[in-house]
């Protein structure tokens, strides 16, 4: 993770932990409904999806609630949340000593590498960089439940070392002789995966649970084999493998007990969290008066207080979503079927077909038009991360949404596939755009991994826009007001997406940050208020079987 990217996302919770450590229910819900996935990953791959780990996640958040109040820097709110999951992980491994854990218990949990296969969709190489979790030691799988997250741009190394309660000279040891591991590791993976006569024999009495004994003698037998022993193609490094990976969903029907308990509702009140609050986060899929709620899925609904209008659309379920989408609207006035010379009223927005110029760095944005805001429901939670074609996510209700970009050259660079809008229902504003910068502008000389912009360099190559394609920001913001799902299509050029619900605040928070604050450039202010503020350039109405093929358009 670059140290501008923490910045950045520490900037967007601080006032959201202030709040809640003020007492605001719906800040607090916010904020255990954001970091939850954080968590989860952690513990999950620590203890390889072991029976303990729904208990330890609880532990784990109910004593961040607890202690909420005693944080002084909210900017260090991740660290801490962190540090305090591994010091539950590492007291689990105290209470319950390897020889007296229930092995049934173990066994018939969900085994997180291959949870993270089937969530990620994860093949070759990134696959075998799973599944080889299961080989390591207890100790090595909770360094790599860090290291995985901070190669994947989660976590930095200061706070990895921090939660491992070790210096950053000594987790940079620690890290280099796990990464020796994973790749041994991953050398016995792709060897059971081979067809080597001699391995079926050695492990004709295996009953398939990797431990230490068979790990030796399986890396005994690839190390003396000319055919488990040569690669079939390059292998890879790890780290270049989960450079920008997602989290691993939360799984359905996974809850928050944090109500149980006479401590638990006493701590969470005394910082303002009503009994009645904790107490929906115990059930499976409900509708909150104020706040958040995690549901089955790990949905998350964002709403108002009840004072306000309610959302305009609910969460989407599986007999919504299959029902026939609306017509696609006319591509342009001239298409429309109807006499009239008017416009049809379900015509509606404008934009660019064409690259736009970036505005003086220095040039503030105008005042960004505010929208009414009933709430954003999401599909992917509070935080969703999309890094391979086929994903997507789809939001309903009334509200901002900020869509932050990462281009990755350095690990395929070439021509862009656009992520697409489908299935528009209602409208859609492309409102603002800000991070601090454009993708195109320079950032450095390449000697950062060989990025000169955020588009590329010429030593790992440039990532190219369709022609015609505006250049997008670091941060892009939409407004929704109905329902509209977003995929990610890559094919050629590697990217990945990551998915806030927003606010009018936050928006014009980020696009404000300037030159004079550490930025490149202040924000774009592109709405203006009215019904021909311009749309995102990749929209449609209908539902194609291939996202990908969504055109270009000038009006909805």
Same mark, same amino acid.
């Given at each position: 993770?670059?140290?501008? *990217?923490?910045?950045?996302?520490? $900037?967007? %919770?601080?006032?959201? #932990? =202030?709040?809640? @450590?003020?007492? /605001? +229910? ?45 944080? *002084?820097?909210?900017?260090?709110? $991740?660290? %801490?949340?962190?540090? #305090? =999951?591994?010091? @539950?992980?590492? /007291? +689990? ?53 860090? %290291?995985?997250?901070?190669? =994947? ?60 004994? %068979?790990?030796?003698?399986? =890396? ?337």
């Amino acid at each position: 993770m670059t140290q501008e *990217r923490t910045i950045v996302e520490g $900037r967007q %919770w601080r006032s959201t #932990i =202030a709040a809640a @450590q003020a007492g /605001d +229910r719906q800040a607090l819900d916010e904020l255990v409904a954001g970091w939850l996935p954080l968590v989860y990953n952690i513990v999950g791959r620590a203890l390889n999806g072991h029976a303990d780990v729904d208990d330890v996640v609880q532990e784990t958040m109910l004593r961040a609630v607890d202690n909420l109040g005693s944080l *002084r820097d909210p900017d260090s709110f $991740r660290s %801490w949340l962190v540090a #305090i =999951a591994m010091r @539950q992980i590492r /007291d +689990r491994a105290r209470r319950k000593q390897p020889d007296r854990l229930d092995e049934s218990a173990a066994h018939e949990a969900t085994d997180f590498a291959e949870l993270t296969v089937l969530r990620l969709q994860l093949e070759g190489q990134r696959r075998e960089v799973a599944e080889a979790v299961r080989w390591l030691d207890d100790e090595d799988r909770q360094l790599l439940s860090l %290291w995985w997250l901070e190669v =994947a741009g989660e976590l930095t190394r200061r706070e990895l070392a921090s939660a491992a309660g070790i210096s950053r000279q000594h987790a940079a040891v620690r890290v280099q002789r796990l990464k020796e591991r994973v790749e041994n590791a991953r050398g016995i993976v792709r060897a059971l995966d081979g067809a080597c006569p001699e391995l079926r024999e050695v492990t004709a009495r295996w009953n398939g649970r990797p431990d230490s004994v %068979w790990r030796k003698r399986l =890396a005994r037998h690839i190390r003396g084999c000319g055919y488990c022993g040569d690669a079939r193609q390059a292998v890879v490094p790890a780290e270049r493998l989960l450079v920008g990976i997602a989290l691993v969903p939360l799984p359905v029907g996974f809850t928050l007990s944090l109500a149980f308990g006479g401590k638990t509702a006493v701590a969470a009140t005394s910082i303002g969290w009503s009994a009645k609050v904790l107490g929906a986060l115990t059930k499976p899929a409900v509708a909150m008066t104020a706040g958040a709620s995690i549901v089955a899925g790990g949905a998350y609904v964002v709403t108002q207080p009840p004072a306000d209008p309610p959302p305009r659309a609910a969460a989407p379920t599986a007999a919504s979503t299959a029902r026939p989408p609306a017509p696609s609207a006319p591509a342009s006035p001239t298409a429309s079927p109807s006499p009239s010379p008017t416009r049809q009223p379900d015509l509606y927005g404008t934009v660019v077909d064409a690259v736009d110029q970036a505005p003086d760095p220095n040039t503030r944005p105008a005042a960004l038009p505010r929208r009414p805001e009933s709430g954003i429901t999401s599909t992917g939670g509070a935080r969703t991360v999309m890094q391979h074609r086929g994903e997507n996510v789809t939001l309903s209700g009334q509200g901002y949404v900020l869509v932050r970009w990462q281009i990755a050259p350095h690990d395929r660079p070439g021509g862009l596939t656009m992520p697409t809008w489908t299935g528009l229902k209602g409208k859609l504003f492309h409102v603002a755009s800000g991070g601090g910068r454009r993708m195109d502008d320079v950032i450095g000389d390449g000697s950062d991994r060989g990025y000169v912009t955020g588009m590329g360099g010429p030593d790992i190559g440039y990532t190219d826009l369709p022609d015609g394609t505006q250049q997008m920001w670091q941060n892009e913001f939409f407004y929704v007001d109905g329902t509209v799902t977003l995929n990610v299509n890559e094919r050629g050029a590697s990217y990945g997406l990551t998915v806030f619900p927003s606010s009018w605040d936050k928006v014009t928070e980020d696009i404000q940050n300037g030159p004079d604050q550490g930025a490149i450039r202040y924000g774009l202010v592109r709405d203006n208020g009215k019904d021909t503020a311009p749309v995102p350039q990749y929209v449609t109405r209908a539902t194609p079987a291939d996202p990908a093929t969504v055109a270009q358009r000038s009006r909805l």
